[in-house]
C-alpha cells in the first residue's frame, strides 16, 4: 500500500528536530539544486586541498556543526579527527573521542567539499557538498568507496550525476538545511 505524501512528510518532519531539516531533492523555497551542485563540483578544476580540520573555513566549520547537533553522534565539541588521531569507530561512541575522521577538505570561491568517515558496523565514507557560504548542503554517503580511492578526482568523478552507471549509480544528496539554529 502506498503512503501519501503528506503522511511521509509529516513523518520525516516530526522526526527531526532542531533548526535542520534533512528532505531528498531539490529545495524549491532556495532553489539549490543537488544535480547542478553535483554537475558543478565533477567539473572544478580549481579546488585546492585542505589536509587539517583547523584548516577547514568557517562555512564548512558551520556544516560539521549542523551535523554534530542534530545528529548528537558525540559528546565532544570536535567532530572530526586528524588523521592518525583516535577518534570512535565502532558503533558504540566512546566519550571523548570524536565521531569521524577529516580526510580531506577540497574548497574554491564557489564550493566546498568537505571528505570524512564515520564508524559503525561498518566504516561509512561520506561528502558535505555545498555551494561556499550556503547555509543549504548535501551530504552524501558513498559506501562502495575503497580508502585507497579515497582521492579528490574520485570523489569529484563519483558525484557526477552524468557519469556512466553501469557499475554503481551516482549517490543520492540528502539535504540539510542550515540556518542560524544558535
Given at each position: 500500500m502506498k503512503r501519501p505524501t503528506t503522511t511521509i512528510l509529516f513523518t520525516l518532519t516530526s522526526a527531526m528536530s532542531g533548526a535542520c531539516l534533512f528532505v531528498p531533492g531539490v529545495?524549491?523555497?532556495?532553489?539549490?539544486s543537488p544535480e547542478a551542485l553535483q554537475t558543478a563540483f565533477g567539473q572544478a578544476n580549481d579546488l585546492k586541498l585542505i589536509m587539517s580540520v583547523a584548516g577547514i573555513?568557517?562555512?564548512?566549520?558551520?556544516?560539521?556543526?549542523?551535523?554534530f547537533r542534530q545528529q548528537a553522534a558525540s559528546p565532544t565539541t570536535i567532530p572530526?579527527?586528524?588523521?592518525?588521531?583516535?577518534?570512535?569507530?565502532?558503533?558504540?561512541?566512546?566519550?571523548?573521542?570524536?565521531?569521524?575522521?577529516?580526510?580531506?577538505?577540497?574548497?574554491?570561491d564557489s564550493l566546498i567539499a568537505i571528505v570524512f568517515v564515520t564508524g559503525g558496523s561498518d566504516i561509512r565514507y561520506n561528502v558535505i557538498l555545498a555551494p561556499r557560504h550556503s547555509p543549504d548542503?548535501?551530504?552524501?554517503?558513498?559506501?562502495?568507496?575503497?580508502?585507497?580511492?579515497?582521492r579528490?578526482?574520485?570523489?569529484?568523478?563519483?558525484?557526477?550525476?552524468?557519469?556512466?552507471?553501469?557499475?554503481?549509480?551516482?549517490?543520492?544528496c540528502v539535504m540539510v538545511r542550515g540556518g542560524n539554529d544558535d
Open positions: 529545495d524549491a523555497a532556495s532553489g539549490f573555513p568557517e562555512d564548512g566549520q558551520q556544516k560539521l556543526q549542523t551535523l572530526l579527527a586528524e588523521i592518525g588521531m583516535d577518534w570512535s569507530s565502532s558503533d558504540a561512541k566512546i566519550p571523548n573521542l570524536p565521531w569521524g575522521q577529516h580526510r580531506f577538505t577540497a574548497v574554491s548542503f548535501c551530504l552524501f554517503n558513498i559506501p562502495s568507496l575503497h580508502e585507497s580511492n579515497l579528490l578526482s574520485v570523489v569529484q568523478d563519483y558525484l557526477r550525476p552524468d557519469r556512466d552507471q553501469t557499475i554503481s549509480s551516482t549517490p543520492k
